[in-house]
């Protein structure tokens, strides 16, 4: 589903291609990432979105943000909202879906094909209007995982569903033992 003569554009949905990696036991190696979708067409822009806590003297995701910031990747970061839910639990909001929207919908006009890392179902009207645009949209997320990490409306919206757990011998590595936590989960989306 991929033409090498085609612009290409990567959304990475940061906390839920996390999410998803994990639920299939392994981590995403970024450098064979890119490298792996540059190699199927040409790449325009890859944009990766996260919220980060600023108040935390040290984020286990900080090392990762500032990779991906000198290794090509466009970095979409805002300030993560701290609070306690009902039960006390101390949760942490930090939904990147409208910055991702924006700009999918200002690039659209300068690519052909967009690869969206997520499988929140939030996305579906954004494919489809991608799609209105004369844009391909591709999902990477899995179905594979329990329960499935990919909203149904999403997939059935894209042109081309990748399976997260496929990609895993090209883009994948695993996890480190004793690599720190997201030391937060991420409320809202799936």
Known sequence: MFYKDERLALFIDGSNLY????????????????????????????????????????SPIRPLVDW??????????KPAKEYTDSQGRRKVKGNMDIELTVDAMELA???DHIVLFSGDGDFRPLAESLQRQGVRVSVVSTIRSQPPMIADELRRQADNFIELDELRDVIGRPPRENAPERSFEVAGGS
């Open 68 to 77: 991906l910031h000198y290794n090509g990747f466009t970095m979409v970061t």
């Open 109 to 111: 006009p300068r690519v």
């Open 19 to 58: 999410a998803a990696a994990k639920a299939l036991g392994f981590d995403i190696d970024y450098k064979l990432l890119r490298q792996e979708f540059a190699r199927r067409g040409k790449m325009v822009r890859a944009f990766y979105y996260t919220a980060l806590l600023e108040n935390d003297e040290y």
